[in-house]
């Protein structure tokens, strides 16, 4: 099989499972974007990607993210940046990310204003909400309780739209569970803050999991493109 034949077959079958959990639940598929985590691929599978219709990637490392996104600047695809993000690269990442989904902390707004201010155009963003208990160890996201001061911060950045919230299933609890509580946590957090509809969750091996609970994100990178070339 040629690799545009696997990415065909991969994406094809993820497709197929995102569109059998939206009936399920009687969700629109439309309502459902799926973004391919293309991170540790190269740029040639971007191209695959985008010529099967393809239109959003994520990546979760800044230096492999400027690389790509520049190479395929002619595609016009939408980039998410999804992964954990120190502060001295915001405004980098703002100068090329449409969608910023790992913003846990105050401390990445003014960087990620100051890039997307450079750039002259306004950029996505997400909250990352843990779904960690607290005292999680390596915990990544946003204590849910934070959200509201978090939320405020990218309100007041001119160029920031606050879009909605990212998380992550945690490591060795049912998903169904971990994104019944992020329901919740969106349900209030949209109570406040109505234009932040976006919900991004679900990977390769819990996205029925969160199709059922409202993501209108899913990030899926080996069910597509197979094994990370570094996990080989
Ligand atoms: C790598 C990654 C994904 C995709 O994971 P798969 O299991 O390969 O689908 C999704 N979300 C985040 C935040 C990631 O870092």
Not at 108 to 120: D, I, M
Not at 176 to 198: D, K
Request: with cysteine.
């Amino acid at each position: 099989m040629s690799r545009a034949e696997e990415v065909a077959a991969g994406l094809e079958r993820v497709r197929g499972r995102i569109a059998s959990a939206c009936r399920e639940s009687g969700r629109d598929p439309d309502d459902v974007t799926l973004v391919v985590v293309t991170k540790f691929f190269p740029a040639s599978d971007v191209r695959l990607l985008a010529d099967l219709g393809v239109r959003d990637v994520g990546e979760n490392r800044h230096q492999e993210a400027v690389d790509k996104a520049a190479e395929c600047a002619d595609l016009g695809l939408t980039w998410h940046f999804i992964g954990g993000l120190q502060s001295n690269k915001a405004a980098a990442v703002a100068s090329y990310a449409d969608v910023v989904e790992s913003v846990d902390r105050r401390k990445l707004v003014n960087g990620l204003q100051r890039g997307a201010h450079e750039r002259g155009r306004d950029v996505d963003v997400l909250l990352q909400v843990s779904l960690d208990p607290p005292e999680a160890a390596g915990r990544a996201g946003a204590d849910p309780a934070s959200l509201d001061e978090l939320a405020e911060a990218v309100e007041e950045a001119g160029s920031l739209r606050l879009r909605g919230l990212m998380a992550v299933a945690p490591l060795g609890e049912d998903p169904a569970e971990a994104f019944a509580r992020l329901a919740s946590i969106r349900g209030e957090f949209t109570a406040s803050h109505p234009g932040a509809t976006v919900l991004s969750a679900g990977m390769s091996g819990d996205l029925e999991e969160a199709v059922r609970a409202g993501a209108t994100h899913v990030r899926v990178g080996s069910a597509i493109l197979g094994p990370r070339p570094q996990d080989k």
